[in-house]
């Protein structure tokens, strides 16, 4: 019996070692730590982005209020001077308060400017976490797919004639033509349910 399970064992990692499979697993064992350090990055970065967001926009609400306060006070100053019998004096006076919420204004829209450009500069993460998301993803797909067709070809012939009868092999350009690909992530669960998986 132990050198059956021997023999079964050897014919499993040649087999393993024809397809070419173990340089895949062993690939995989040495990614997956790597996956996880670079979806961390990914959560550091978004993280981080998303702090910075949130400050800059704290801190133009403000300014915008202050602004929007101003212009009121100055138009409503107008209103009642303009309704009111001329005087210099109210002209005169109004003329300060304009001048001096303009200088006001011409100070906080420069200050808002800053914060959408630091909300701007803060996306940045995106093109480097789009990256490392695209790579994860690629790894993430490439082992599905090597799994997939390992059951494909490991499977006994009886399951064989249930899974061609469906299933299509990733995404293809004409898989109406072709009966032994898989086509969607659902065949691939219908695989692996067919299975015991």
Not at 92 to 113: E, I, P, V, W
Not at 164 to 191: E, M, R, T, W
Request: hydrophobic share 40%; with cysteine.
């Amino acid at each position: 019996m132990l050198a059956r399970v021997g023999q079964i064992t050897r014919t499993l990692h040649e087999s393993l070692r024809e397809l070419g499979l173990d340089k895949a697993l062993e690939k995989a064992t040495h990614e997956i730590p790597d996956v996880r350090e670079r979806l961390n990055y990914v959560a550091r970065m978004t993280e981080q982005a998303a702090q910075r967001v949130l400050n800059a926009t704290d801190a133009a609400i403000p300014l915008q209020e202050r602004i929007d306060a101003g212009a009121d006070e100055v138009l409503n100053g107008w209103r009642a001077t303009l309704k009111a019998p001329f005087s210099e004096a109210n002209y005169r006076d109004m003329a300060t308060l304009t001048m001096q919420c303009l200088l006001d204004m011409r100070n906080d829209t420069s200050a808002t400017k800053q914060q959408l450009l630091d909300i701007m500069m803060a996306q940045d993460f995106q093109d480097l976490t789009g990256q490392v998301i695209r790579k994860v993803t690629e790894l993430a797909h490439g082992l599905e797919q090597q799994l997939v067709q390992l059951l494909l070809d490991y499977s006994p012939a009886e399951v064989k004639r249930e899974v061609n009868s469906g299933l299509l092999n990733g995404p293809q350009i004409n898989p109406a033509n072709k009966s032994d690909v898989v086509a969607d992530q659902s065949q691939v669960d219908d695989l692996l349910d067919s299975l015991g998986f």
